[in-house]
């Protein structure tokens, strides 16, 4: 967790402090990832059984506590395997780099990677359509942001060559990150009639 601040204020600083590191998954899942996938769970736990989704056309679906947890266990369990999907997908198109990082750094260079994107889950808390778009996708260009910074130093490879691996990574990424969102869509949205 000390690295968020980092990653805002100083990221340059901190992507080579965490390539420093050498952290395992085990750790960094345990005192990263599973806190802040936590924080867009449990808001839109809180906003969609207390306030309900507001789509803009007056209709507001609340959802029941029980469908709420169900519901936010899935979407709990689809954050964890993003950001395992997107270290292996890292790892894998490093392949042809002479001094290419091994898995577990990949899976945590995306777990930090992907922190500007937890923390804007914190605007689920008032669960309005609109607002949520539009707050994930400056969290979406942050995470481009940290993902081109981060490359080049994570990879040891210049800017340039940097700049063609983490645009096609991050288009990668973007595609994880529609079929998540349209999951999501799907279970919070509509599945209050699944359960």
């Known amino acids: 967790m000390n690295h968020v601040w980092g990653l805002f204020s100083h990221p340059v600083r901190e992507m080579q402090s965490i390539k420093r590191e050498n952290e395992t998954v085990s750790h960094h899942y345990t005192h990263h990832v599973l806190i802040m996938a936590a ?7 809180i906003g969609t059984t207390q306030i309900g989704w507001n789509f803009g056309d007056g209709n507001v ?53 992907a922190t500007p994107l937890f923390l804007s889950g914190v605007v689920a808390l008032w669960p309005l359509v609109w607002l949520c778009a539009l707050v994930g996708t400056v969290a979406l260009f942050y995470t481009g942001y940290l993902l081109y910074l981060g490359i080049p130093t994570f990879l040891n490879i210049d800017r340039e060559e940097g700049l063609s691996f983490s645009s096609s990574t991050l288009a990668i990424g973007v595609l994880l990150l529609e079929v998540l969102l349209a999951l999501t869509v799907i279970l919070w949205g509509y599945g209050y009639r699944l359960f």
């Open 39 to 45: 924080v867009p769970v449990l808001c839109a736990f």
């Open 61 to 113: 679906v609340k959802l029941s506590l029980f469908t709420g947890f169900s519901l936010a266990v899935l979407f709990y369990g689809l954050m964890l395997a993003g950001v395992a999907v997107m270290g292996r997908i890292i790892w894998w198109m490093a392949r042809g780099y002479p001094q290419r990082p091994t898995l577990a750094r990949c899976m945590v260079f995306a777990g930090y990677v």
